[in-house]
């Protein structure tokens, strides 16, 4: 089985920072890309950023110049360094991946159980 948990939310004021981290683990064979993904109360769960085995990037608008997404292939974890926050960051951000298991042909998404990240003076 894969299991992926995220680790690093909080509560923090607005313009501070936190670092996001994700672990994937299990019988996997190789990741394709891992992603960060959001959602507040309320709303749908939306892509924040995403990266590729081969360290390709891609940002929402809304956080690009702010958050920065980096990966361990060695290791199959992904971090979300979040900087100038903001109180509309606040959701759950859930770590995500498209990975292919060992035995297995085709890759599958997994998702994280999510993290609380609240921005609030």
């Known amino acids: 089985q894969v299991q992926l948990v995220e680790s690093g939310g909080g509560l923090v004021q607005p313009g501070g920072s936190l670092r996001l981290s994700c672990a994937a683990s299990g019988s996997i064979f190789s990741i394709n890309y891992m992603a960060w993904y959001r959602q507040a109360p309320g709303k749908q769960r939306d892509l924040v950023a995403r990266?590729?085995?081969?360290?390709?990037?891609n940002y929402a608008d809304s956080v690009k110049g702010r958050f920065t997404i980096s990966g361990d292939n060695a290791k199959n974890m992904a971090y979300l360094e979040m900087n100038s926050l903001k109180p509309e960051d606040t959701a759950v951000y859930y770590c995500?991946?498209?990975?292919?298991?060992w035995g297995v042909g085709v890759s599958s998404d997994y998702w994280g159980q999510g993290t609380q990240v609240t921005v609030s003076s």
């Open positions: 995500n991946a498209d990975l292919i298991r």
């Open positions: 990266i590729t085995s081969g360290g390709s990037t």
